[in-house]
């Protein structure tokens, strides 16, 4: 038909209008706050690269995330900073590491929130890399036993899901076996499944005090130049037992999430991470970008390319402005 016939600007003429066409809708039970706890009590340390963001002992912890179930964002996912790092990582699976106490308290005082806890060994470990270094490498194999051991004691604290991100070969199966002879047959496994060498990690490491002390990760983290590799490590993890997968970082890669939400028939999650949190927030500070508006753009952008839950250190800001 010809122009006049068709205007689609008759459908964004009012926001009762728009909000009656929209197709992307955003919700604060699709977000997880990601949190960073510490040793101590009463601190909380902010973090320079990270506006707003901190470092929690486990008491101001349980205050967040009374917060956080206020606002009904979806859940949190713990990263613990310990008070000693070894070359062996022991205290990610120790049964009184700074995770597992935090889980057993978040549990206790606020009951009915949503724990994922990240099950990896960078910010455990006294060279900042994840896993067992041999040769000046992270050796695979051998790092399995403690992503295992560190899954287990994370459910023994009442985890109500794991989500390992160390991309070693093999880890989801490790893990999964580990859970079962264990008894945690009804834990979930969330795996980092396409975890990209990015650096968009940059503020993250600052936070978790994880920074690799020689080398970098991208013997065991995925070129960011490859996409179909990463259907493929979604498809290995979800053959070893993973009930949901990451794509880690969100925006750089939403064709990622977007291959992973068309081939594979399970919850698909996306990591904004901590330097797309400081963009964002470097870019209102001066002024270049409304703050408010880019939280929602940005947030939409991921689930319009496909992630059923978005791990966000906006999300409380997005819950109060969807509300």
């Not at 290995?236 to 999430?257: C, F, N, R, S, T």
């Not at 400081?278 to 992630?307: K, V």
Request: glycine residues 8%; aromatic residues 8%.
């Amino acid at each position: 038909m010809a122009f006049p016939q068709h205007r689609p600007r008759r459908l964004r003429a009012s926001e009762p209008i728009r909000r009656l066409v929209r197709e992307t809708h955003l919700n604060p039970e699709h977000f997880i706050l990601p949190l960073f706890v510490c040793p101590g009590e009463g601190v909380r340390k902010e973090i320079s690269s990270m506006p707003g963001s901190a470092q929690l002992s486990i008491d101001n912890l349980v205050g967040e995330v009374e917060e956080c179930k206020k606002l009904g964002i979806g859940g949190v996912i713990l990263f613990g900073i310990p008070k000693e790092k070894d070359e062996f990582a022991s205290g990610a699976y120790a049964a009184d590491g700074i995770t597992q106490c935090a889980v057993r308290a978040l549990k206790r005082e606020v009951p009915g929130i949503l724990v994922i806890t990240d099950v990896c060994n960078c910010e455990y470990t006294s060279h900042g890399h994840c896993g067992w270094v041999e040769n000046g490498d992270v050796h695979n194999d051998r790092t399995l036993e403690w992503l295992a051991r560190t899954a287990v004691s994370h459910a023994d604290a009442g985890a109500d899901i794991v989500a390992p991100s160390d991309m070693m070969d093999g880890r989801v199966d490790a893990i999964r076996s580990a859970l079962d002879r264990a008894g945690h047959t009804a834990i979930p496994i969330l795996s980092y499944a396409a975890k990209y060498a990015s650096v968009f990690y940059g503020p993250f490491r600052d936070a978790a005090e994880s920074a690799p002390q020689f080398g970098d990760r991208r013997t065991y983290q995925m070129d960011p130049a490859n996409a179909r590799e990463a259907l493929l490590e979604i498809s290995l993890d979800l053959e070893e037992g993973a009930d949901m997968i990451m794509v880690k970082p969100a925006m750089p890669y939403l064709d990622v999430i977007r291959e992973a939400r068309n081939q594979f028939d399970v919850p698909v999650g996306a990591y904004q991470v901590s330097g797309e949190f400081s963009m964002i927030m470097a870019a209102a500070q001066n002024g270049w970008l409304e703050l408010d508006r880019t939280i929602i753009e940005s947030l939409t952008s991921i689930r319009r390319a496909g992630a059923d839950f978005t791990l966000t250190y906006f999300a409380k800001q997005a819950a109060r402005l969807l509300a």
